[in-house]
């Protein structure tokens, strides 16, 4: 059990003027391992003020993000984001590869494991027989080795669980948490 | 000889009559006023003078009785200022001395002409025209002190919760049919076939799933997503795992399923 992939999924949303994030750790078949997740941050307003448009990515990748990392004893083998936080700079970590995941409406690629490079750190994977494949995005600062190196582990995992489905998972935990009365304990 | 007693006589005359003519009378001269001081005068020497003058003069009788007409030269004048009412000395006025033309001073006040007026400077003593600039100690704009204001964002604190991620249905999906050899397919179709006691005809596979051995509380499939969703408890983190292989029966579409094992023939 101990070789199995070790996957991450990262998410931190806004509730109303706060961000909180979690970090859930699967195994190769999206069984979870470890759970964490932050306290509610509410910046002040001098704060929004300074840091303005940099206010939301600095607090999910360099606050929430290394926070929750911090927490984790062994580092996942790949650390999946949401789409829409590759789209700004977010941090990367060197340690190990962050991606996003996406199913898309593309035909079905000719075989299972094929891929397609669309951009220089965007791939459409073939995952599963039929379906349609799903789309990878890298965060910047990945080289071509390294995207490779991490594709074999997405398409490893792939062909065993839904690498999109975990992501849900951890917004709804997350949400959860939030509607909740749960009495935390400090990890 | 009459030319000379006519002569005679007329000097006579004369002398006779001078004799008997009183003493000769002067007028006054005009600017000689009688005042309430005796033997006073009071000359308004000039209309600019706002002190009057009293003159006092001494004259003698003697020579009033005399024939012979008074020299005014003989008039003594002693001017003395009686009073000054006037503002002259405010205005800057100065008294002036002119010599009348007999014995005697007058005095005027010359009151001097509009000069331009004098530019003052700042530093006189009509401050209260002066601008300047005051700064009330509690308004003061001097910054004594400055704050340095941390913006960094505080680390938050993390907690964890398995059983909150463990509380959501996780999707399982299905290996590929197609790349598992076909004697381990004909495996698992002949341990499916004995369970169900289906015809192997009537069957269509669905899929082949692996989940936990331990912990699993409620499997369903999910086909519109092609997974099957399984909740689990926390026995199932460090669980092996089993293959659920789920087929279709044609006859009625109805799903069943059979935990299936590579190593049982």
Redesign the interface.
């Known amino acids: 059990?101990s070789d199995e992939p070790r996957l991450a999924y990262f998410v931190a949303i806004k509730e109303g003027a706060s961000y909180?994030g979690g970090l859930?750790i699967t195994n190769s078949?999206?069984?979870?391992?470890?759970?964490?997740?932050?306290?509610?941050?509410t910046?002040t307003k001098?704060?929004s003020l300074?840091?303005g448009k940099a206010l939301e990515p600095?607090?999910r990748g360099?606050?929430?993000q290394?926070?929750?990392l911090?927490?984790i004893k062994t580092p996942p083998d790949l650390m999946f984001v949401r789409m829409s936080d590759l789209a700004g700079d977010f941090a990367v970590e060197n340690k190990y590869p962050i991606l996003s995941v996406q199913r898309s409406q593309e035909q079905p690629l000719p075989t299972?494991g094929a891929t397609t490079r669309i951009s220089s750190r965007e791939l459409l994977v073939q995952l599963?027989?039929g379906?349609s494949p799903l789309r990878v995005l890298f965060a910047h600062g990945l080289t071509q080795a390294e995207q490779d190196s991490a594709m074999e582990k997405v398409v490893q995992a792939?062909?065993?669980?839904?690498l999109a489905?975990?992501m849900d998972?951890?917004l709804?935990?997350l949400r959860?948490?939030i509607h909740t009365e749960?009495k935390?304990?400090?990890? | 000889m009459l030319g000379r007693i006519k002569d005679t006589v007329e000097d006579v005359a004369e002398t006779i009559k001078r004799a008997f003519v009183g003493p000769a009378v002067h007028s006054a001269p005009q600017f000689f006023i009688e005042t309430p001081v005796s033997n006073a005068m009071l000359l308004p020497v000039a209309s600019t003078l706002v002190a009057p003058l009293t003159i006092s003069a001494n004259i003698s009788v003697a020579s009033l009785l005399l024939s012979a007409p008074v020299s005014i030269a003989d008039v003594q004048f002693r001017p003395l200022v009686l009073l000054e009412t006037g503002e002259a000395f405010k205005a800057n006025a100065k008294l002036v001395s002119i010599p009348l033309a007999w014995s005697g001073v007058v005095k005027f006040a010359e009151i001097p002409r509009m000069n331009a007026p004098a530019v003052r400077g700042v530093d006189d003593s009509y401050s209260v025209f002066k601008t300047e600039f005051y700064v009330l100690p509690q308004f003061s704009l001097k910054l004594e002190k400055t704050y340095k204001l941390n913006t960094s964002m505080n680390t938050p604190r993390c907690f964890t919760s398995v059983e909150t991620a463990l509380s959501r249905p996780i999707g399982i999906q299905s290996e590929n049919v197609e790349k598992i050899s076909k004697a381990l397919l004909m495996r698992y179709t002949i341990q499916l076939v004995k369970e169900t006691r289906e015809n192997i005809r009537n069957l269509e596979i669905i899929g082949i799933y692996s989940i936990p051995k331990k912990g699993v509380r409620a499997i369903k499939r999910d086909a519109s997503a092609g997974l099957l969703r399984i909740l689990v408890g926390s026995e199932a983190q460090n669980s092996e795992y089993n293959k659920l292989m789920l087929a279709r029966k044609k006859s009625d579409s109805t799903i069943v399923s059979c935990v299936v094992n590579p190593e049982t023939e």
Request: net charge negative; no cysteine; charged share 25%.
């Open positions: 059990m909180l859930l078949l999206g069984i979870p391992i470890d759970f964490r997740y932050t306290e509610p941050i910046p001098l704060q300074l840091y600095h607090l360099d606050v929430i290394k926070a929750l911090k927490e299972q599963s027989e379906a792939g062909y065993q669980m839904d489905e975990p998972r951890t709804e935990a959860s948490l749960e935390p304990k400090q990890g």
